[in-house]
């Protein structure tokens, strides 16, 4: 039936992209290390995630698509032109190039950032073409950093961001909500849509803050839109070491109600696992494979009751090279409603302590309540 099926769009040129090797994102050799770690954002990590839904027990419930490139028109929906012939020049050189702290372009990452952009936009097609309900865009590079005139976070190509253009443009929808969990601020996505009340964006982050020229944005709760946009970026900055209980709170009783207030015609989840217990080298949240099952059902009851159904998700961050994708999985276990776990989780985890971001999201409520108009009341 319908619920159990999610359509998944990938393209193997997208393990083309090769960041860089040195110490953590840096490109550093010291000159006194014997083995450099590959950059975080590696093609390993998507790889096992990509072999997790073909041989893992939900595999039965994966539909695969191919994706396919982006032309420079679709990107322009949402980037500049200046920006995207930047890009295009650094590609020329056939140098590897860091165009943004930790970001680094080599031979082969601009036709990855391509394929990632259209493989999302595919998928954001088939859903508005009436294909299917729920579709997932494994994707890299990621894209939610990226901003309309820069690159950021290992971000060239706002893919989540191109496909809420593409929806809007389509005509079938004229309300999009995104719901961010990457552990980090999708900062791209609200730069792009700051000024729209056609766009909701709403980020649960790690409360990171600002980290530089290519990403200014805090992530802060009163960067909340300006203009027609005033209200319609939330933003959910949790306490480090956040757990499943305290997400789950987050998300009942700050995002659902938001949405539930907007009340779009397609929903966009930005998924990143590096908020994912300790263990990610990007990220201090703890969340785990019961959390991520917990926010992809909950996400889905959200489309099933505000986009008839229609739910894109677009993959982001997740540096842990397993359990990333043990995470995905659970979240997908979520959305698809499977009443029982197909696997266990292999990490053991402290109990929860979750007073403290019960307290940080009451206090986000408080301030909503006072300054967004349309949650007033809630």
């Known amino acids: 039936m319908a619920k159990s099926r999610v359509d998944v769009f990938w ?6 992209h090769d960041a860089v090797e040195g110490v953590f994102d840096t490109g550093h050799d010291p000159g006194f ?19 997790i839904l073909r041989r893992g027990p939900i595999a039965p419930h994966v539909n695969w698509f191919t994706g396919r490139p982006a032309i420079v028109s679709e990107l322009l929906m949402f980037h500049t032109s200046e920006y995207i012939d930047e890009l295009v020049e650094a590609d020329k050189s056939g140098e590897r190039r860091e165009i943004a702290a930790g970001t680094f372009m080599s031979p082969g990452s ?65 309300r999009v909500a995104v719901i961010d969990i990457d552990v980090h601020y999708g900062n791209g996505t609200a730069e792009g849509f700051y000024s729209s009340d056609e766009v909701l964006t709403v980020s649960l982050h790690m409360n990171h803050g600002s980290w530089g020229s290519s990403h ?7 960067e909340l839109g300006e203009d027609l946009g005033l209200g ?64 992809g059902q909950i996400i889905r009851g959200v489309a099933e009751e505000h986009s008839h159904g229609r739910l894109l998700m677009v993959q982001e961050g997740g540096y842990h090279v397993t359990y990333a994708a043990y ?4 979240m997908l276990e979520g959305v698809l409603m499977i009443p029982e776990p197909h696997l266990s989780d292999p990490i053991a985890y402290y109990p929860e302590e979750e007073a403290i971001a019960v307290a940080a999201v009451e206090s986000i409520k408080r301030y909503h309540s006072e300054f967004v108009p349309s949650l007033r009341g809630t």
Not at 36 to 47: G, I, Q, S, T
Request: charged share 20%.
């Open 216 to 222: 200014p944005q805090k992530g802060s709760i009163d």
């Open 110 to 174: 601009w036709e990855a950032a391509l394929l990632a952009a259209g493989t999302t936009l595919s998928a954001m097609q088939h859903i508005l073409d009436c294909h299917g309900k729920v579709a997932y865009a494994l994707v890299r590079p990621p894209g939610h950093h990226s901003q309309p005139s820069q690159a950021d976070g290992y971000c060239f190509l706002n893919n989540a961001a191109l496909a809420v253009k593409l929806a809007l443009n389509s005509g079938s929808c004229s």
């Open 327 to 330: 995470c995905l999985h659970a």
């Open 232 to 295: 319609y970026n939330l933003n959910v900055p949790l306490p480090n070491g956040t757990g499943d209980r305290g997400y789950e709170y987050a998300m009942t009783e700050l995002v659902v109600p938001a949405v539930r207030r907007f009340g779009p015609d397609m929903v966009v989840l930005v998924v990143g696992q590096d908020s994912s217990y300790a263990f990610d080298p990007n990220g201090r949240q703890s969340l785990t494979m019961n959390g991520y099952r917990r926010i």
């Open 11 to 16: 393209h193997e040129g997208m393990l083309r």
């Open 33 to 51: 290390l014997d083995v450099l770690e590959k950059h975080p954002e590696n093609a390993d990590r998507v790889r096992n995630m990509l072999s």
